[in-house]
C-alpha cells in the first residue's frame, strides 16, 4: 500500500532529479552541489523524519539566487545563471511544504529548466528527457488530483497500476494532439515577452534617399529592426548594408538604382552566411552583411532572389543572404565605373571645393583619398546627434562652421570632397554594429545603429569602404553590456526570437509543405505496393 501523498511527492522528486542532467553540462559546479544538498535535505523531510523551515529564510534564500541570477547576466553569459537559478530554485521548493500548488510550481520549473537547456544545445538525449518528463508530469497531476479529493487514499497494487496507466494513456494522447494543435492553429505575431521590448510596428526607415538629418531621428530609437543569424565576426566588419545612394542634391542623396544597388555581382573568398528576421519598419530596403553576394527569400514554397521590394515591409520577414567581408570591391570596367559617380550640383558651394584643394594636394587618387579621409578623423570634427546644422547649406556649415554633426555629416563631407577632387564616390546607407547574443547566435541590431559610410573608387583596387566617423562615440558602432538591465532585456528578446522563429514562422506555407510532403511519400509507398 502507499499513500497518494508519497506518490505525489516521490513523481515530484523524480521530475525534479529528471531535471538535472538536461542542465548540468551547463551549469558550474557550486550551483549544482547547492541544488543536490536542498534536495537531499527536502527528501529527509518529507521521507524521513519532517521538520519546519521558516518561510522568511526559503523566500530569502530565493530572493537571493534570483539577485545573484540577474547580476551575472551579460551578452556572452545569458542563458546560463538563469539555469542555475532555476535549478537551486527547485531545490528550494522542495523544501517548501509540499501543497498542491507548491508541487506544480516545481514540474513548472523543471518544464523551465528543460526548455532553457535546449536554448544551449540540442541532442538526442531531449527528446528521451521531454517524453519522460511529460509522462511523470502527467502522473504528477493526476496524483495530485486524486489527493485533492481524498488526501489521505492509500493505494493497493491494482490502484497504482491503474494510476499509472492513466497517466500514460493521457501522455500518449496529448503529445501527438499537441503536435497537431502545433500544426493546424493560427498564429500570432506579438512578441513573448514584450514588456521589456518596445513593440515593432511600421516607421520612417530607410529609403531610397537619406536627407541631412534623417538618420539621426532613427539613431535614437531603440527598438528592434533586425536579427541576423550567423557566426560570430569581427566587430570591423560588422557593417549591414542596405542602399547604395549615388546622386547628391544639395543636402539629399538618393540612388538612381534602387532596384540593383543592394548586392554586389562577384564570388570568391571566404563567404558568412545570415537568416535574417527583419522588423516591419515602413521601408522597402533589404539589409545583409556588407558585401552581400545573395538575398534570398522563400515565397509560394520556391526560394527566389530579393533585391528589395516593392512596397514597405509592414510584417516580419525572413530571407537569407550570403556576404563576402571584403574592404574593397573590385570593378570589370574602372572608366564606365568612374564616369556615373563624379556628379555634383552646378552651384555646389566653392568654400568647400577651396577646401578640398589645400588638403587634397597633388597626390595620387589613394593619397587623396586618405588625406581627405584623415582631415575628417581629426581632432577638430566631433560627434553629435543634437544642435545638427540646418541651414541651406548645412554641408558647408558643418565643414567650414560647426565641425560637429552625425554620420550622415561626415559621410556626406568626405563624399562631396572626393567628387570634387575628381575621385568617384558614393555614399552606402545601413547598420553598424549589433549586439551579438552568444545564447541564441545572432546579431542584435537596433534602429540605433544606423550609419552611413562612404565607397571610394580607386584605380587597381575598386570601391574601397571608408568610414569616417569617429570611433567610439557613434551609437551605431558594436555596443557591448550596458548593465544589468540591459542584460536582462537581451534575454527576455532570446525568448522572443525564438517564439517567433519556431512558432510564429512556422506558418501556413510550411504547414502545407508538410502535408504535401507525406502526401508524395505516400503515393511513392502506392507506388511500390503496386510494383510488387
Known sequence: MIRIADLARGVTYAC??????????????????GFWILFGTGAFRDFVRPFGVPRWLLNGLSLGVLGAAFWRVRPDFLVEPVLEALLVLVGIKLLDEKRNRDQLQVLALCAFLLAGASLLSTHISFLLHYG?????????????????????????????????LQGGLICGLAIPATGLFFLILPRTDTPLFSFMNKVSGARTGFSDSISLGHVAAIQQDDSVIFRAETERVDDG???WRGIVLDVFEGDTWRSSRPEAVNTAGFAGGQSVEQTVYLEPYGGRVLFGMDRPVSIRR???????????????VQDRIVYRVVSHPRVFLPVSDFQGEASGFLQLPEDFSPGIRELVSRIAGRGSKGEIAAALFNHLRSGDFAYTLEDLPVSSRALEDFLLVHRRGNCEYFASALGVMLRAAGGPARLVGGYRGGLYNRSARYYLVRQKNAHVWVEALLPGLGWMRLDPTPMGSDPAFPDGGAGALANLRVLMDTFNHYWFKLVVNYDLERQFRIVQGLRDRWRLLDLSLIHI
Open 132 to 164: 519522460l518528463l511529460a509522462f511523470l508530469t502527467t502522473l504528477a497531476l493526476v496524483s495530485l488530483t486524486f489527493h485533492s479529493r481524498a488526501p489521505d487514499l492509500l493505494l493497493d497494487r491494482e490502484l497504482l497500476g491503474q494510476c499509472l
Open 237 to 239: 566588419a560588422l557593417y
Open 298 to 312: 522563400r515565397e509560394r514554397g520556391h526560394e527566389r532572389e530579393v533585391i528589395q521590394f516593392r512596397s514597405p
Open 16 to 33: 525534479a532529479v529528471l531535471g538535472f542532467p538536461a542542465v548540468a553540462p551547463h551549469i558550474g559546479r557550486p550551483w549544482a552541489w
